[in-house]
């Protein structure tokens, strides 16, 4: 996991956000990189977690272990709220589509099937 202390105001100074950091690839991996890397506004995803928790600012952002479809990060913020948050790699498929039926699954899982499955508070699957 990758912490950066709020020190950094700017989020989105840290290339390890967006690239894949768990490993290596043996076949094609320049190819297989690049389908892992996604560029976004980290800046604009640390206020909307905030904003989910109704805390001021985000304090602390922790680079999850990469999956080979997303990217997972772990939002801490001023009120000692953390909350998750997931972004698409480009082999995911179409970013609306997969971050839809996600959403959906979860709030299918914990509202009609009664299984503890996190709660969503918030979710965009558009570019901005």
């Known amino acids: 996991m990758h912490t950066i ?10 290339d390890e ?12 991996e320049k190819e297989q990189l690049s389908k892992r890397h996604v560029r976004f506004n980290m800046d604009e995803l640390a206020q909307e977690a905030a904003k989910a928790v109704d ?13 080979m479809f997303n990217k ?4 801490t913020h001023d009120n000692d709220k953390q909350v998750i948050g997931k972004v698409p790699n480009p082999n ?4 609306h589509y997969t971050t839809a039926s996600e ?15 996190p709660k969503v508070y918030s979710w965009n699957s558009r570019k901005r």
């Open 92 to 95: 995911a498929g179409i970013p």
């Open 103 to 117: 959403v959906a699954t979860l709030d299918f899982m914990r509202n009609v099937l009664k299984t503890p499955a």
């Open 55 to 67: 805390a001021k600012y985000c304090i602390k952002v922790e680079k999850c272990a990469d999956g």
């Open 17 to 28: 956000f967006f690239q894949f950091t768990r490993g290596c690839f043996v076949i094609d």
């Open 5 to 14: 202390p709020r020190q950094s105001q700017d989020w989105n100074l840290h």
């Open 72 to 75: 997972a990060y772990i939002f």
